[in-house]
Every structure is written in C-alpha cells, then in structure tokens.
C-alpha cells in the first residue's frame, strides 16, 4: 500500500518538482505560478493514455509512465519547442507502491534526459488513466505549424516507420518471429524517442511539421489540410527498419503498416528543396535517419507512387469514436 492521496502526492510525485527561476510556486498550492520569459511563446499540449484503449492492460507500468510522458514531448518536438514543465493527472485503481515506483522510473528517465519540472496535478481513483499536459517555450514566431507546407517542399520523416505497429501486433500475440525482432517491435510501440533535438534544429529549416501519431498517411494528411497543398509520396522511399523487412510481408501489409499504422512519434515536415545539404548535415549531427518521401504538390490529396503509377490514398488515421 502507497498510502493516501497526499502520500502519493509526497513520496512519488514532489520529487519531480524540481525548483526553477521562472516557478514562484510549484506543487502544494492550488495552483501553480509561472512567469514566462518575456521574448518566448508557451507551447501548451495534453494527452491522455487510457488503460486498454492507449495500451494494452498488460503494459509493465514503467513503458506506461514513460510513454505518457514520450507522447507529450512529441507534439513539443513537433512544434520545434524547448520542454519546461509538465502536469500530472492520474487515476488509479489502487495505491499499489510496485507499480507507483515502476511508473515513476518510466517518467523519471525523460525527466532527467530533458530537464523537466512536475508543477502539479491530480491523484485519484479510478480505472487507469493517465493524462499529462506539457509546455514548451519556442522563441516568439519560430514554432513550426502544420500550415506552413508550401508547393514544391520536399517532404521528409525521421526514423523508420511501422515498428510501433508491429509491437502491437507482438504484444497482443498476434506475431511470431525471432525475439530480437519481437524485442525491437516492442521497444518501438512502448519507448518511442521523442525528437526534440530534431524539432530545434529544423526551427528554421522546415515549413511544416507534425509528429506521427496516427500513421504517416493521416498526419501528412493533416499538414496538407492546414497547408491547402497535397503530395506525393514515393512508396520505396518510406523508411522501414531491417527487422520489419525481414517478415517479407505483401505490399498491402506493409503499406497498412507504416501509412496507416500508428504509435511511431517520428516527425514528418515538409522544407524547400534549397534545404537539401542542411538536413543531411542535421541527420547526421543527431545521428537519425532524415528521409527524404516525396514533395508538396498544388492538388489537393495524397497521391503514392507505387509500381510505376500514382494512386491517391485515403486520408485516414484512428479515429476514437469512429
Ligand atoms: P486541490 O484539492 O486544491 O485541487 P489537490 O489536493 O488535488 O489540490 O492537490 C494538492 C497539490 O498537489 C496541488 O498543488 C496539486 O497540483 C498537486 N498534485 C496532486 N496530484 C498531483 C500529481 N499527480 N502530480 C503532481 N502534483 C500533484
Ligand atoms: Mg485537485
């Protein structure tokens, strides 16, 4: 048994809320209180991850906890944003101090990586959820908006795309293969690496970004809307790791898998073709694939490049209530 409300407040989450120039008050009061740098916009985004719904029942607590932390930072990166702070609100369906400590070592390993600070939140009881709300701060007119795609971009993502899918596959026992494969899938849907270096340093290079959350086809589909442009992407050019290669799956698997599939947090953006030898440079200094897919066309819609021909493909990602 953690304890009470407060004693989980105490033991597990205030030691997070680690002091800052900038935070008057932090955890204990009613409410937080932040002055924000004068020359700095706040970027501000909230996601919640549902037992059962956002990961399977059978998730170990510590990829939960650092997943629902991982999900956030993404959409920072994504606007190409410094994280500051985060706020916690969690239901839980026991005071169970295995699973407190396991969550918060999930959450502990992103707070140390990118200095964060815990400035409050909520605890109660109920079915597992947790809901995390993150803010950035991104020099004021730098963030990068899904509306900036303009005709004749080069379309670009990061990483490799479809191992987020496939773990879930793995994790419902749905796929058999080699267990460092099963592993590598696994580590993909359950410790994505949020690409805040890369958000940063794509501040002035790209016109558009977002991060990859519900498949490649529905999140380019989201910049192409807020741009008013389409695009085309090339089938082969999509970059897919050696392990989702290796299960030689037809060309409708994998184009379900990495246009459709979701969970991967990489991020896709679109940039002038002046840009080329920047994001090469930018690839190499973080050390991550930056793929070059395809480019922003003036008609409107997704159009793939697939054995010679360009069909258009259906903009579609999960929907909650669909
Ligand atoms: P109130 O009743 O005024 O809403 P609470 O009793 O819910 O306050 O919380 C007490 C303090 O603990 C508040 O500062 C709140 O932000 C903080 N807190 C509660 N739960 C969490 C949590 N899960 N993580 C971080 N801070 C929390
Ligand atoms: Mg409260």
Redesign the pocket.
């Known amino acids: 048994m953690a304890g009470s409300e407060f004693e989980i407040?105490r033991r597990y989450?205030s030691p997070f809320g680690t002091k800052r120039d900038w935070l008057a008050v932090g955890?204990?009061?009613?409410a937080a209180v932040i002055t924000p740098p004068a020359d700095r916009q706040l970027l501000v985004s909230i996601d919640t991850l549902n037992a059962g719904i956002h990961f399977p029942q059978h998730t170990l607590p510590i990829d939960i906890g650092y997943k629902a932390l991982a999900v956030n930072l993404s959409d920072i990166a994504s606007m190409g944003g410094e994280p500051q702070w985060f706020t916690?609100?969690?239901s839980l369906p026991s005071s169970d101090d295995n699973w407190l400590t396991a969550f918060c070592d999930g959450i502990a390993q992103l707070v140390d990586k990118y200095d964060l600070t815990?400035i409050?939140?909520?605890?109660t009881r109920g079915p597992l959820s947790i809901t995390i709300q993150i803010a950035g701060h991104v020099p004021t007119g730098q963030a990068l908006l899904r509306s900036g795609a303009t005709v004749g971009d080069d379309i670009y993502v990061t990483g490799q795309l479809g191992d987020a899918a496939t773990g879930l596959l793995v994790s419902a026992g749905k796929l058999q293969t080699d267990t460092d494969s099963q592993k590598a899938f696994l580590h993909a849907l359950n410790r994505p690496s949020p690409r805040v270096a890369t958000g940063l340093g794509l501040r002035n290079i790209a016109n558009a970004c977002i991060d990859i959350s519900d498949g490649l086809a529905a999140d380019l589909g989201h910049i192409l809307d807020a741009s008013h442009v389409g695009a085309e992407i090339v089938n082969d050019a999509i970059p897919i790791s050696g392990n989702l290669r290796q299960l030689n799956l037809s060309d409708e698997q994998l184009q379900q898998r990495v246009l459709f599939g979701g969970d991967d947090y990489e991020l896709c953006f679109t940039a002038s073709t002046d840009y080329r030898s920047e994001i090469e440079q930018l690839s190499v200094s973080l050390q991550l694939p930056i793929t070059r897919i395809g480019s922003i066309i003036k008609e409107p819609g997704l159009f793939y490049l697939q054995h010679g021909k360009f069909q258009p493909l259906p903009i579609k990602g999960y929907d909650h209530f669909a």
């Open positions: 407040i989450f955890i204990g009061d009613d916690l609100a969690i815990l409050g939140g909520d605890t």
